[in-house]
């Protein structure tokens, strides 16, 4: 009789167990990240509390393009959704697997890319106060040979033929000396440029323009495939053409003859950007790619150094990626991934790919 008693008196204070919905529903409002479920048509049909708090109101069948347009800034920053007072979300997207629709993950990664880019600065100014020695040796011998040439012209008792060549050598110094220094403020900006918006397209009229005397020099070909797409950067145009001239006039010295340079533009599964650029030339052996990229490595007698490194500097300015490919005798591949704003669309309208 005791033992039924108490055992009553347990039953009687015993917690109710949850129903499998509601154990379900607690687990989904104690993720930290934003979680929103789409219908097939992209429209919002559940959500949790960091998804509400973050979002606001409506949601509840709305459309998850009219939701980011509301919430969002227009443009991505490293591929990835931002609000105006400076949070920086991720977005995962999946189907659901048992019905039609999709479920999207917002996290927040705003302290992560923070520290990123705190230790990216750290490393740029650490990099730069190694290149001051370097910088001070690669000023020294140019300007010591044209302080030279300068010198024999007003003391020296030379013929007019004589001195115009000095003359000449003296100025192919000091372009040297210019576009050292030209490189090093480039590099020095640590991403610190003035924005605007442009196309793609546009960005690619800019570039024949400026390649094609050499092009037509060198009797090479320049063929360019994508610049149709109608996708929007938003960043330096002159530091990105500046990136990307480089690049080729790279490309056009490693062919010996009959330089191709092909540039193909493409968007990624990612929405991100993505400019390849090939050539035919010689190609780059595998401890050379190691150090490519390091300020002041070069394989030029008369190379500054700077020019990939200041190539990397702006693209990653630009929140983008470089990588390169290249085997000896068979050319080099180049490619360059930047966030844009076709980009954007793609992540605004990813619960309507479902229908």
Known sequence: MVVNTL????????????????HLRALIDAIPGGVVVLDPHGLVVETNAAAAQLL?????????????????????????????DGRQFSISTRPLG??????????????????QRAAQQNLHLMTMGKMMASLAHQIRTPLASSMLYLSQIVDGDIDQETSHNFSEKALARIKHIEKLIND??????????NMSQFSIGELMTDLQDQLRPHIDQRQAKLLIQGAEINAQLRGNR?????????????????AKQNPVIRIKISLTLR??????????????????R????????STKVDGTGLGLAVVKSVIESHQGRIAVASKLGRGSRFRIFLPCQQGLKSQI???ESAK
């Open 98 to 115: 048992f019905e039609p629709g999709q479920i999207l993950l917002l996290s927040d990664v705003t302290q992560t890319r923070q520290l």
């Open 290 to 297: 190691k150090h490519l990229f390091d300020p002041f490595f």
């Open 238 to 254: 002159d530091a990105l053409l500046g990136a990307l001239g480089n690049l080729c006039m790279n490309a056009l010295d490693a």
């Open 7 to 22: 055992n009553h008196q347990i039953d009687d204070f015993s917690v109710p167990k949850q129903q499998p919905a509601q």
């Open 56 to 84: 606001g109101e409506p949601l509840n069948r709305e459309p998850w393009r009219n939701i980011v347009t509301r919430v969002f800034l227009p443009n991505l920053d490293q591929g990835e959704l931002k609000t105006e």
């Open 271 to 288: 929405g991100l950007l993505s400019i390849t650029v090939k050539d035919n030339g010689c190609g780059i052996d595998g401890q050379t």
């Open 184 to 193: 090093m403020l480039v590099f020095a900006h640590g991403g610190q440029f």
């Open 349 to 351: 309208s990813s619960g």
